[in-house]
Structures are given as C-alpha cells and as structure tokens.
C-alpha cells in the first residue's frame, strides 16, 4: 500500500498584477496519508495554491514542500484538473503513458479497471462521458504519482448520479493506496464525503479562518460540522 | 442535402463531364488551336515515348518537392519560435510581412542575377516565395496553442521532448497540413513560372518551347499530365495524411 509524503506550506504572501496579494500569512501541513480539503469561495485561490503544491506556480513569497523537498523540484504530483483535461488526440492508454511512458499493457489495463473504466484502454476521451473522462483523469494523476494526489474540484460540473459514483471511486482510491491528497472545493459536501481534515479559506487576501478534523461520522453530520464552521469561524 | 453516395457518384461524374465539354468544343471549333482530348491524349503517348516529358516531368516535380520540404521545414521552425517568443516576433514579424509582399517573379529574377540559371536559384526562389506562407500559418497555429494543456505539461514535469510529441506537433498539425496544401498549390505554380524564366528543361521551359511554335497539342499534353499528377498527390498523399491527423476527431460517439 502506497503511502505518500508530508506537504508543508509557510507562506507570507502572492501577488499577481493588482496591489492587494492574493493570500496572506497561510501556514498548514498535510501529513503523510492524509485527506485535506480547502474549502472556499470561489475566486479566493485556491486552484492558485494547488498549482504551487504541484509546484507549477512559483511566484511567491515563503516555502512549500513535498517530501522535504521545495515543490518544484519533487517528483510530480497526482494532479486532477476540474476540467478533466485529457488529451483528445490520445486514446486511454497513450494519456496515461503520456505522464508514464513505462507503464505495460497489464498495468495500464489495471489503472483503468481500478478506476472503473475496464476496457476502455483504446477509446478517445470523446468518446468518453464526462464522469469517464474524470475517471481517466484521476488514473492518470495515479499512473504519474500514486502517492500525492491533488484535487481541482474534481466533481464540479457533473449531475448528481455522477458525483455519487465518482466519490465512490475516489473513496475506493484512498482505502486502497493510502496517498497524501489535497482536496480544493467550494463544496463542502465534497470534503464532509472524502476528507479526514479541514482547512477554511476566506477574505482577501485569503486567510485560513479555521483547520479541523472531521472524525469518523457519516457524512451528513461531517457536513454540518464544517456549515457551522463557516458561520461561526472561531468555534 | 444529397446523400453521400450521391455527392461521391457526382464526383465521380465530374471529370468525364469535363472532358465530354472539351470534346464538344473541339468538335465545333474545329480548329487546331484546340484539339479534342482524344489528340491530347495521343500527344501524351507520343511525348512519353518519343519526347522529353518523363525528364521534364522528373525536373519539375524535384523542385517542386525540394522547395517544398525546405520551405516547410525552414517556415515551421521560424513559425515556432515566432509564436512562442515575443521578442522575435516583434523583431521579425515585419520581414515576414515584407516576405509575404515580395512578388514572386522578382524573387525569381533577382535570384538568377545573383546566382545565374541554376537549380540553386530556381529552388531558392521557391524557397523565399513559399517560407513566409509557411511561417505564418505556423505562427498562428503555436499563438492558438491551449494554456491548459501546457499547464497539465507543467504538473506531471514532462520533459520537452514528450511536450513537442504529444502536445505541440498534434495541436500543430491541421496549421501543419493548412500551410502544406496552400503551399503547394502556390509551389506548383510558381516553379513552372521560374521555368519559363530561366531553366533548361521541366514543364515550365518545355511549355514556353511549345508556345513559340503555338503547339497547343504539346501545350495541353503537358497541362493535362501535370493536372493529373498534383490530383494524384492530392487524394494519394495529402487526404490520406490528413485523414490519420484527425482520426481522433471523428472517432466520436
């Protein structure tokens, strides 16, 4: 069972082109198999702040690391995109050795059946439903990084049916390989069914308002405890 | 709309419809200023057999493809690094403007002042009239590249090698294929032009020989042929290519 590294990040700030920077003082870890979920509003960064775990954005101010190592010289993460953002051109099988060009026949096929997506290896991603092509994106994050997973609202614009199945899947994916994931999400219904930790982003800059774990409890009740959270931040 | 079977046995019809109209005219005209396709076709048998038109053919179409792989190659090179750096393009984008502007038949003479009649002047001239083409439709296509797919790139750290193979060239290819079709109907042209300028042989010199004697037989022997090869090209080599391109795009449910 894959376990995946430590993420810390210490950051005293990001600036884009406007005067006011995009967060403030944000400082919080994720152990090694753990699920966090940052919840927001939209448009507070947190994309922003996934991508600079990813170690693809690099303007800023302080210190994320994967591992010990500054996120952009880890290896690369498990990222999956909110978009699945596959690559059409490409059937299942070459986007998954797009990002590992090693894998064989019998690993690809495994990777997809883990997935829910058994057979599907020479279908291009249109000829995929939305909920298939998400599936094919979180085996591929997978295939490059089974240890860190990072989770760009993965259940935004699909129906309700979909979202059910797909957190099914994903519950599946971290009973089985036990990887370190950080969950992005405006939805906190998205983390109430994935997340063993919360952490509240708000305000601009954006700051974290209030970091909790949410216990072993169903769903409905993880829910209610981060929708009191976000009324009354200090709790 | 006609169903497709339809549209394909209308295609199908289209040629000999053509070549029935020539015959009628030749018939009325009765003139040896235009003969009929059956003449034609005879003086084709007789100048492959008798003449000059496999070597002038052979000429041609090895400047033609000369041209065309170096104009290609050079275009698609300048187009990248136009498209993905600023600077250059700021700097060069003008002489790519002036490129487009130049008339062909200057580039030509002006080459054979330089060089003199050879081969190298000839495909030179090829090269500097096709290149800007080439180097802007290739620009446009690297401008309109998607961020996303460099940002997916960036995440999973894929060497440059990968990104070139499996990001840039298939999100380059229908520019690919655009500046390959529209460049080699401008090739064509203007190589047999540049022929009648200064060369010794190819269809160009071979036409311009056959219109100082006003022979219109030869005139359409070679016309008729080098029709035939570029349709050969067309549906042999570029459909089919183009076709594997954009397999990914049809194969929808």
């Known amino acids: ?235 | 709309m006609a169903p497709r079977g339809n549209g394909t046995r209308l295609e199908w019809l289209s040629l000999p419809l053509l070549l029935l109209i020539w015959q009628v005219a030749a018939m009325v005209a009765a003139s040896r200023f235009l003969p009929s396709p059956l003449v034609v076709a005879g003086e084709i048998a007789d100048l492959v057999i008798r003449g000059h038109m496999l070597a002038d053919f052979g000429q041609t179409l090895s400047r033609a493809v000369a041209g065309f792989v170096i104009a290609m190659l050079l275009g698609g090179v300048l187009g990248f690094l136009l498209g993905r750096i600023n600077t250059l393009d700021r700097l060069f984008g003008p002489w790519v403007l002036v490129g487009l502007n130049l008339p062909a038949i200057v580039v030509a003479i002006i080459c054979y002042i330089w060089l003199g009649l050879s081969e190298v002047a000839l495909i030179l001239a090829v090269v500097i009239n096709k290149t800007p083409l080439v180097t802007t439709t290739i620009r446009e296509g690297v401008r309109s590249f998607l961020p996303e797919y460099e940002e997916m790139a960036a995440a999973f750290r894929l060497p440059l090698l990968r990104r070139i193979r499996l990001i840039y060239l298939p999100q380059l290819m229908p520019f690919v294929m655009t500046a390959a079709r529209t460049g080699l109907s401008l090739i064509w042209k203007i190589v047999l032009v540049f022929e009648v300028l200064g060369s010794d042989g190819g269809v160009g010199f071979r036409v311009s020989i056959f219109f100082q004697y006003f022979d219109m037989a030869g005139i359409l022997a070679y016309t008729s042929v080098f029709v035939a090869m570029v349709m050969v090209f067309e549906h042999g080599v570029l459909r089919p290519v183009e076709r594997r391109v954009v397999r990914w795009r049809r194969d929808q449910p």
């Open chain 1, 1 to 235: 069972m894959a376990q995946g590294p430590a993420v810390t990040v210490n950051l005293t700030g990001m600036r884009f082109s406007s005067a006011t920077p995009l967060f403030g003082a944000l400082d919080f870890s994720v152990a090694a198999g753990e699920v966090v979920a940052l919840i927001g509003p939209s448009g507070i960064g947190k994309t922003t702040l996934l991508r600079m775990i990813g170690g693809v954005e690099r303007g800023f101010e302080g210190a994320i690391t994967v591992g010990g190592q500054p996120a952009h010289l880890a290896p690369p993460s498990g990222f999956v995109f909110q978009d699945a953002r596959l690559l059409p051109w490409l059937d299942a099988a070459a986007n998954l050795r797009a990002v590992r060009p090693d894998l064989t026949d019998a690993q690809i096929s495994a990777s997809l059946d883990r997935v829910g997506l058994p057979g599907q290896e020479r279908a291009f991603p249109r000829q995929l439903s939305g909920g298939m092509q998400r599936r094919l994106g979180l085996a591929r994050a997978l295939a490059a990084n089974p240890g860190l997973l990072l989770l760009d609202e993965p259940f935004v614009s699909l129906d309700p049916a979909m979202v059910r199945d797909l957190r099914a899947v994903f519950h599946a994916v971290f009973q089985q390989q036990n990887p370190t994931v950080v969950l992005v999400s405006h939805d906190p219904d998205d983390a109430a069914h994935l997340a063993d930790r919360v952490i509240l982003l708000a305000g601009r800059p954006a700051t974290i308002i209030n970091s909790f774990p949410l216990g072993p409890a169903d769903p409905k009740r993880r829910l209610g405890a981060i929708l009191a959270a976000q009324k009354e931040p200090g709790s």
